[in-house]
């Protein structure tokens, strides 16, 4: 059966934990150096590692990416933050690749998938 999965993650990459009134590091890491918020990433280049980088590591297949705005809570400084989401709809690639041969041996359209994160303009 096919396994379709809906992560989102604000972009860029900023990973805390709140406890209390503090931000603590996670526990665990993901191999995201370079493509943090601390490091001046765009949306763009953040979303790009997680998805090479992460993703596709974990044997998911990108189908669409959609950048959307996410209201955050505020803070002592302002009632709340507008940061970017990005909300990636995923198959696994096992899954995918008997689709797209099915696709292709049955003579249908050839099945293409654009992995890449949306344009900067936006």
Known sequence: QPCT?????????????ESGTKQLPPSETLDMVGARCRDGASFEVSLRALVERVLCKCGLEIVSVSRVPYISEGDQYKDYYVLWD???VCKSCEIAEDQDQAKTESASV???TDASPPPAAM
Do not use: D
């Not at 809906?6 to 860029?12: G, H, N, T, V, Y």
């Open 5 to 17: 999965t809906l992560p989102r993650a604000a972009q860029p990459w900023c990973p805390f934990v």
């Open 86 to 88: 990005a909300i990636i």
């Open 110 to 112: 050839p099945a293409t």
